[in-house]
């Protein structure tokens, strides 16, 4: 818990809980809705598809912003900016606004106000503790992470089943008052000089895209993510049809079951962040792998409710130590004036094949089944694993400073003056 010993990174960590929180009650909301108002997994497929696609759009602005500008200023302007679209459908659905499209087309416009927010995101832990903290300070940001997922769906649930999703929407909005105070109350140093010629951002993206090419870790890293976004991350939409249409039950139990892949990976926290922080990162990834494979599987032929929810948990075990270690991996072997751009081009791989595979796998649900639908994407994602430990190429993921010091990648810049 040292990471949590230095003021900046405790007042983020803890108003990042809060917010992501309320932000998960929204998540499960919302293909809740849709799903009621349309009965279609291809309309809650679509809907997953618009909430991402944004991000996947803004991300080149948000990752050349994140390195241009303060990134604690980036951040309270989105920030802000997503509390009133939350309280927005806060007021569509208490003055009785009921269409799927009205609503889908408000999450595609949090979708790229997030996009420009993820890159600052992510690289602003780095402003928060010391480079021999920063381990530390991903693996509990994973862990705050998580356990917003685990506490957000939850509340969710129940408040679907007692107050109804107006409130849903209400209590995010509300929740982002705790990040929104953090960040005013944190300062750190400037980073990047103002005044200095700059490239567009296409330029921007191009130079990351060249840095990448030369940094063997991290092309690993986003290979990776893009499997588990098309693969993977699209079951927690089609979760409440499996509420619904396998397990037949109702709002409060599809809550928990939402709930299921956070209270996972709270559980899996220790073991990762303990014993698994003296682990290759090669070794750990490699088994969080195949246990998020198998546990997809095992989720899609679950034979009862409280099976498929135990199935979940294991995948939120895998899940945590994948995402927490490739953000990890990034984040040691980055140089500082590539972090936002580079972090930037990771998440635009889990946001760009996320959205894909969601509106992919939730048409394949209305036309197969859910069950073989998600049997299907777990299957191609053990084989993809299996295939990546069996090459070798994990072991990129292992290499930071001196190894990556030999040559200067494409695309690098001279670092930035503080």
């Known amino acids: 818990m040292r990471a949590l010993h230095h003021r900046n990174f405790a007042l983020f960590w803890t108003g990042a809980l809060v917010s992501n929180t309320g932000g998960w009650v929204q998540n499960v909301t919302i293909p809740f809705v849709v799903f009621q108002l349309t009965d279609s997994p291809a309309w809650v497929g679509l809907a997953g598809f618009a909430q991402l696609i944004g991000a996947w759009l803004m991300g080149p602005v948000g990752g050349s912003l994140a390195d241009r500008y303060p990134r604690r200023t980036i951040l309270l302007v989105t920030q802000t900016a997503l509390a009133g679209i939350a309280f927005l459908l806060w007021a569509m659905w208490a003055v009785g606004v009921r269409s799927p499209t009205a609503i889908i087309a408000v999450v595609a416009v949090s979708g790229l106000v997030s996009g420009i927010m993820i890159g600052s995101w992510q690289a602003f832990v780095s402003e928060l503790v010391p480079r021999e903290d920063l381990l530390n300070a991903v693996t509990l940001n994973s862990a705050q992470f998580n356990a917003a997922r685990a506490f957000g769906p939850a509340v969710g649930g129940l408040v679907l089943a007692t107050l109804g999703p107006a409130w849903s929407f209400f209590l995010n909005g509300v929740s982002f008052a705790a990040v929104i105070g953090a960040l005013a109350l944190i300062r ?230 503080r």
């Open 188 to 417: 750190v140093p400037r980073l990047v000089e103002r005044g200095a010629a700059r490239p567009g951002i296409i330029k921007d993206l191009a130079s990351t895209l060249r840095y990448i090419r030369g940094m063997p870790g991290i092309r690993v890293c986003i290979a990776v993510v893009l499997a588990l976004g098309a693969l993977g991350s699209p079951v927690f939409t089609l979760i409440v049809v499996f509420a619904d249409e396998v397990f037949d039950v109702g709002a409060t139990e599809f809550g928990i079951l939402s709930a299921s892949l956070g209270i996972g990976a709270i559980l899996a926290t220790p073991l990762i962040a303990g014993p698994g922080s003296g682990m290759l990162r090669s070794r750990l990834i490699g088994a969080g792998l195949i246990v998020y494979g198998c546990a997809l599987m095992g989720f899609a032929l679950a034979p009862n409710y409280w099976f498929g929810a135990a199935a979940l948990m294991a995948a939120g075990g895998g899940y945590l130590a994948i995402a927490s270690t490739l953000n990890t991996t990034i984040q040691l072997q980055v140089a500082e004036n590539m972090r936002g751009k580079v972090l930037a081009v990771y998440v635009m791989g889990l946001t760009g094949s996320a959205p894909i595979g969601a509106l992919v796998q939730g048409w394949a649900a209305e036309v197969i089944g859910p069950r073989l639908t998600v049997v299907i994407a777990g299957v191609v994602f053990f084989l993809l694993a299996l295939a990546l430990r069996s090459t070798g190429r994990l072991a990129d993921l292992d290499a930071e400073g001196e190894e990556l010091l030999g040559a200067k990648p494409a695309g690098a810049d001279p670092p930035a003056h």
